[in-house]
């Protein structure tokens, strides 16, 4: 797959994707080769993922209340 095919994929693609390359991984019975070639693109995918989270997360960071006030969500971490 190439960086722009991969960056196009929704989170759930992408993480089917990932789930499908562990699941073979674990089985083990891969060689040597195409077991790097396949951690790899689980590596890209996983990254895919972890972008698209970050860019979620910024964007929930902060909600638009009833009145039209932008607030930023505190979580019970921020608290402790």
Do not use: W
């Amino acid at each position: 797959m190439t960086d722009h095919k991969e960056k196009t994929l929704s989170f759930e693609e992408a993480m089917e994707q990932l789930e499908k390359i562990v699941t073979t991984l674990e089985e083990g019975e891969v060689p040597l080769e195409k077991a790097i070639q396949m951690y790899q693109e689980g590596m890209t995918l996983s990254n895919v993922c972890h972008q698209k989270l970050k860019t979620v997360e910024k964007q929930m960071d902060r909600i638009i209340t009833e009145d039209g006030e932008i607030t930023s969500l505190q979580t019970e971490e921020d608290d402790g």
